[in-house]
């Protein structure tokens, strides 16, 4: 079964074909459009064999993005298949699911009317989610649809763990609640650690650090998340690459007080300026704080301390929620690359069974592994995350049941 994979960004569009069967699976082609509406978009396209090409062109809007992908996948020079009827299934990233989708989904069109429901919840994210749901309906009118949520994974948390401590009407009225993210990832890496283990899942306490641009934390216990650090919008929990995490709100209303800016700005300021970047004042990337950590730079050192310190604590926060924990993973550009990073975090966490071996860490970028020590009580792992190859098996499982049916 050929299925393509959809990430529709506000500007972006990503992309993979997957040639998948029951127990095997295959990237034919990947790739993505950037700078959708905008001058210069371009887009990016890369075969199985590693040909890359480059193709610069005008593209106002996700349709034509969609429409431009489908033409080079079936491109006589740089094509992966003959015809567009070999693709089978299309599944998409949908940010936002709401308390309504707990699971993927195949799309309808009252799936549609409830995925609209959710814009509110996340306004950035959802309408190009959809643009890229409508542009497969009207270009491959015939081929079954997919909707995977970030935040499906995280909707078996108790409610003693997603409520905020405001006036009940508001989560009544507003739906304010943590909802969480990541969540494909945090349920991508939970099992496949489990695998690599040859553990059962169900019986394992497992805390997933995703930590990239944008940063998250889920304890995960009996295969099911049971908290995660981001909240109602993926600003709350850990320090990010330019996103604040954790913040009084006191210090907000301060801010926007003192500064004389409105809500719009003020969700700039702590989305985009803060973090790392509004800390160091050099970089949202770990790759040049710790380059300049290497010449001295107060400001970057410290950004780090906290960086680490932050993830340090919800660790031993969720191993306190889990009753201990038996598996710590590490996933995400800086989690599957930042040895030093991930030696830091660690770093103070005997106490609860965490104890990385230096050899074994050292150097490790992005292949699976265990980097605890010899008979140490908690297993400490990377694990690359594959949101892409999740939503591919999660589209085939669902066309296929369809078919049975």
Request: contains cysteine.
């Amino acid at each position: 079964m050929k299925i393509l994979v959809m990430n529709c960004g506000s500007s972006s569009i990503k992309y993979q074909l997957f040639n998948m069967d029951s127990n095997n699976w295959s990237v034919m082609a990947k790739g993505g459009v950037e700078k959708v509406g905008l001058k210069g978009s371009f887009l990016k396209h890369e075969k199985e064999n590693g040909e890359k090409v480059l193709l610069e062109g005008e593209i106002m809007d996700h349709a034509t993005g969609i429409d431009y992908i489908l033409g080079v996948m079936t491109s006589e020079r740089h094509g992966c298949i003959k015809s567009l009827e070999e693709i089978d299934a299309v599944g998409h990233r949908v940010v936002h699911g709401g308390e309504t989708f707990n699971s993927s989904v195949f799309i309808t069109d009252e799936v549609i009317t409830k995925m609209k429901d959710c814009i509110e919840l996340a306004p950035l994210h959802n309408p190009p989610n959809l643009k890229g749901i409508f542009a497969i309906s009207s270009l491959l009118p015939h081929v079954p649809q997919v909707g995977v949520f970030d935040t499906a994974f995280h909707q078996t948390m108790p409610k003693h763990a997603y409520m905020y401590a405001i006036p009940n009407s508001l989560y009544k009225k507003y739906g304010v609640r943590r909802y969480g993210f990541h969540g494909t990832s945090h349920r991508y890496v939970s099992k496949r650690a489990a695998e690599i283990l040859n553990e059962d899942y169900a019986n394992l306490r497992i805390i997933s650090c995703h930590l990239g641009n944008g940063a998250s934390i889920a304890a995960i216990m009996g295969g099911k998340s049971i908290d995660t650090s981001m909240g109602f919008t993926p600003l709350e929990g850990l320090m990010m690459g330019t996103r604040s995490g954790d913040l009084d709100v006191g210090a907000v209303t301060y801010i926007m007080e003192k500064e004389m800016i409105g809500t719009k700005s003020a969700s700039v300021l702590f989305n985009k300026h803060s973090g790392m970047l509004g800390v160091t004042g050099i970089s949202s990337d770990m790759r040049e704080i710790e380059s300049a950590i290497e010449k001295g730079d107060e400001l970057a050192k410290i950004g780090m301390e906290m960086y680490t310190y932050r993830v340090k604590k919800y660790i031993g926060s969720y191993a306190a929620a889990m009753g201990g924990v038996d598996v710590v993973i590490f996933t995400g550009g800086v989690g599957e690359n930042g040895d030093d990073t991930r030696a830091s975090i660690c770093q103070g966490l005997e106490f609860i069974g965490v104890e990385v071996d230096p050899a074994k860490n050292k150097k490790l970028r992005s292949k699976e592994a265990v980097i605890s020590k010899d008979g140490a009580k908690v297993k400490v792992m990377v694990v690359p995350t594959n949101e892409e190859l999740v939503i591919a098996q999660d589209t085939m499982q669902i066309v296929e049941e369809l078919v049975r049916k």
